[in-house]
């Protein structure tokens, strides 16, 4: 069936190293690409949306880009720093835009 | 401050008990949303409303029900029948219409003994 996945489950960086987490979906129908950061035992928090009609957005020390040839998502965080230190979920809409799927998610680990 | 609030953050129940999880919401959103999050693993999605007095099953709607009687509010019930139970839940809402942003709660941890 569709879904929404990533290819690693942990990534470790230097701080102050830039960060690249990646996704891959399968729903050639989606329009519409969020990314997440979840701390442990909390909620997910927004970073930044993309729509299939672009290909780059930008954020602070964010950037999200899409690859809707090879259905291929990644985050970019610059600079990153330990309080960057969470897992990271993409997540894509379905179902007329009712409905968001979720990736199994990527750890990101800051070492100082 | 607007926000999703869910409660309670921690819960202990014994094997065969109903138990009811709260999610508020202030933010005058149409759509709510109940996930489930086991450890090391993404969200699923249980059931989600559009609009008050409507709902519709997610992914693993068995073993729970919920209700959409008002506007603010979107309790999640963890009936007996869920064989699995143990998990962190998670309410959401976002405004109606299309893609967009959903909101999260700060989840509530189920621990079933």
């Known amino acids: 069936g569709e879904s929404v996945g990533l290819h690693l489950p942990t990534l470790s960086v230097q701080e102050g190293d830039n960060s690249i987490i990646n996704c891959a979906y399968s729903n050639s129908a989606s329009d519409y690409f969020i990314w997440y950061k979840q701390e442990s035992g909390k909620g997910p928090q927004f970073i930044i949306d993309i729509r299939s009609n672009m290909d780059k957005r930008q954020g602070q020390r964010v950037t999200v880009l899409l690859n809707k040839t090879v259905k291929h998502l990644s985050l970019q965080i610059a600079a990153t720093q330990p309080g960057d230190s969470a897992v990271y979920f993409c997540?894509?809409?379905?179902?007329?835009?009712?409905?968001?799927?979720f990736g199994t998610g990527t750890q990101l680990k800051v070492e100082l | 401050d607007g926000g999703i609030t869910q409660s309670p953050k921690y819960l202990f129940r014994k094997e065969g008990q109903n138990v009811t999880l709260s999610c508020e919401q202030n933010?005058?959103?149409?759509?709510m949303y109940w996930y489930r999050q086991d450890p090391g693993q993404g969200l699923r999605l249980i059931y989600y409303s559009q609009i008050v007095n409507d709902f519709q099953k997610g992914d693993i709607a068995e073993g729970y029900s919920v209700s959409r009687e008002k506007k603010e509010s979107f309790p999640l019930t963890v009936t007996s029948a869920q064989k699995n139970p143990t998990a962190f839940y998670l309410c959401a809402s976002k405004i109606q219409g299309g893609p967009g942003e959903l909101f999260f709660g700060e989840g509530s941890r189920l621990t079933v003994l």
């Open positions: 997540a894509d809409f379905t179902g007329g835009g009712n409905k968001l799927t």
């Open positions: 933010l005058n959103h149409d759509a």
